[in-house]
């Protein structure tokens, strides 16, 4: 931050104070820059949350920056009023570009700007009022020249918004949007999907998946850092991207990178025309995350998890396939008895009834897995062994397991 110099001292708004008593000042507001700069960039996300979804990584800290930019320009037009501004000026007329390019509009950009400097305002001169030999005659004068630089900024950041390459980007991202819903619009005619895939220079792909993002409820949205050609819907009522060629080279690897701070599903690949039908999947799979069916993992796979995705397609047919199969266990006591040896089925499912097999997997005493095994016999007799019936005993626990409580 500028300090007072022999320069600048006989030029700063604070004349009526000796050069200790300024520099005493200036620390009280400098001290209050940090919070200051937080609670700004809180508010302006709360009251506009499209700043909490930055979509280019690079743009992630932008509002901080700005912020924290306006405060320091603030500092020094109090230092030295006549503080040139060429370098601020085009600071700022770049933050107008980058919100166009994050598809934040003038009337947003316009809005948050003054309630960040109502803050900054608040806060600073609060500080400086802690000053015993600081009157309302000093805050005065300061506010009138602040509003003057702030008027300043807030032109060029407008200048920003206006700018040809800007609005060319802009109208690029809106094609962009109409081509992600009409791809997963399944009445939408192919041809209407290429015209929009050529005017915006989308290469149409053979086959995609998308992937169906949690938003977050509160905060900042994570940034997303994927290949350009990867389509993004965040703007849907379910958040999603659209992932061209979704199973080439690298790809499986730069999505999970990508998506690391999000929790996210990723649909089955599927033919260009089928897109809607990836998202179903993937929407589920997000459903399923959230109930603990599936692991909380940021990042799950329809296809990782199909017998599951399978089973939970059609409740009521699962619950028939879990009365039908497993009434003689779910009728017993419930709880973690019960639990317990519905993990016991499954393992001698898997593990042909070898006690001892059984017993590994599980990490218990062979003498356990016997005792439950028999428990299991006088519930549902020699039927437990019918090779017939396995699968449809492996599908119902493991249904079961996955959709009951512990309790």
């Not at 601020?88 to 007329?93: A, D, H, K, Y």
């Not at 994050?102 to 316009?110: A, H, M, T, V």
């Not at 940021?298 to 009365?323: E, N, Y």
Request: hydrophobic share 45%; net charge negative; proline share 7%.
């Amino acid at each position: 931050m500028t300090r007072i110099t022999e320069e600048s001292m006989h030029n700063r708004l604070i004349q009526s104070h000796t050069d200790a008593e300024a520099a005493e000042i200036m620390e009280l507001m400098r001290q209050e820059i940090p919070p200051t700069v937080a609670e700004a960039v809180r508010e302006i996300e709360d009251k506009f949350p499209q700043y909490r979804r930055i979509i280019n990584p690079e743009h992630a800290d932008f509002l901080a920056e700005t912020v924290l930019r306006s405060i320091n320009g603030f500092m020094e037009i109090v230092l030295d009023k006549d503080t040139p501004l060429t370098d601020v000026l085009e600071f700022f007329r770049r933050t107008g570009e980058i919100e166009t390019l994050e598809g934040l509009s003038p009337e947003i950009s316009q809005a948050a700007f003054r309630l960040g400097a109502a803050i900054a305002i608040r806060r600073l001169t609060a500080a400086a009022e802690r000053h015993p030999k600081v009157d309302a005659n000093i805050i005065a004068q300061v506010a009138a020249a602040v509003m003057d630089y702030l008027n300043r900024i807030a032109e060029a950041v407008s200048e920003g918004h206006r700018t040809a390459p800007a609005v060319a980007v802009e109208s690029r991202r809106a094609i962009l949007s109409q081509l992600v819903e009409a791809l997963l619009d399944p009445s939408c005619p192919a041809g209407r999907v290429k015209e929009l895939a050529d005017e915006c220079g989308w290469r149409l792909p053979d086959e995609v998946a998308v992937i169906a993002l949690k938003v977050p409820d509160a905060g900042r949205w994570p940034t997303l850092s994927l290949p350009p050609e990867v389509l993004h819907g965040l703007h849907l009522s379910t958040a999603c991207l659209v992932v061209p060629d979704p199973d080439g080279p690298g790809r499986h690897r730069a999505v999970e990178i990508g998506l690391r701070k999000w929790r996210a599903a990723v649909g089955p690949t599927v033919p260009l025309g089928e897109a809607s039908r990836s998202l179903a999947h993937a929407r589920h799979a997000l459903v399923l995350m959230e109930q603990g069916v599936l692991p909380p993992n940021s990042l799950v796979r329809v296809t990782d998890h199909l017998p599951m995705m399978i089973l939970t397609s059609d409740h009521f047919l699962t619950d028939q396939l879990i009365s039908r199969r497993l009434r003689p266990l779910i009728a017993s006591k419930p709880g973690k008895q019960t639990r317990r040896l519905a993990e016991t089925f499954v393992a001698a499912l898997d593990h042909s009834f070898v006690a001892t097999d059984i017993a590994l997997a599980q990490d218990v005493h062979p003498q356990t897995v016997r005792y439950r095994l028999r428990k299991l016999e006088a519930l549902f007799g020699p039927g437990i062994y019918d090779p017939d019936s396995r699968l449809e005993f492996h599908m119902a626990l493991r249904a079961w397991l996955a959709t009951s409580s512990e309790e």
